[in-house]
């Protein structure tokens, strides 16, 4: 990836999840539910160990204005789980192209299929050679660079296809939710430019921060709790 930052952003050297402090339980086996507009709704884990598997160095571009860069990903291209598992064994049917995308935490996201098509677009199960931790969508999450991060969903478990994007519910207000998303035109939501929404997203970075260190804290305790 080219050396400049996107429009309005800036480097950090840690990432930040959208809610900060929920974390799921870890979850033992990747299963994804592949339903809606299909044939057939199906539940999918071990075809994916089947596909090439794939490593990318990418950025990730959080809507909020931060950047954690050069982030190497291992895991499975998009296209390839899309060309080989969910055709023949979902198929979904003409005129579904957007994805519901949904993580085990309940946050939600859309694609557009022809996005999520696009070469970098991966499954991604490990995060700089080691396996994805919890804290960043483990044990499976998309990875969708030219989007923002808020398109890439973590513990992604539900894969859902539908006609319309309008019939979606964001988690957070409409204005917030591009269907989008693109980065390269600072795609950050909809009806209020993106060179506008920068500044009202990056107070909202510290106070985001500060919820994270203490979701993990407490999920962490939980754990410990219940191993005991
Ligand atoms: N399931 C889930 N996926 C999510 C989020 C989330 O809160 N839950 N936050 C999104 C946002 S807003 C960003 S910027 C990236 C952050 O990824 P990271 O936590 O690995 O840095 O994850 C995205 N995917
Ligand atoms: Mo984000």
Known sequence: MSNALPRGQVAIDSGLPQFADRLPDRVASI???????????VVIDDELRRLPPVEQYSD???VTTWSYRSLCWGGYRFRDFFDSVIRPLATPHQGATILVLKGAD???TT????????D?????DSLNSQPLPLEHGG????VAPAHYGYKSIKYLSDIEFTRSYDR???NALRFMDHPRARVAFEERGRWVPGSVLRYLY?????????????????HRQRQDADAR
């Open 31 to 41: 299963g994804i539910r592949v339903h809606g507009d299909t044939a057939r709704s």
């Open 60 to 62: 990730m571009h959080c």
């Open 106 to 108: 309940g946050a939600r």
């Open 111 to 118: 694609l557009q299929l022809e996005d999520a098509l696009s």
């Open 120 to 124: 970098h677009v991966l499954l991604a």
């Open 139 to 142: 044990p499976l999450r998309l």
């Open 168 to 170: 979606f519910r964001p």
């Open 202 to 218: 990056r107070p909202l970075i510290r106070p985001t921060i500060r919820r994270f260190r203490r979701g993990t804290r407490r």
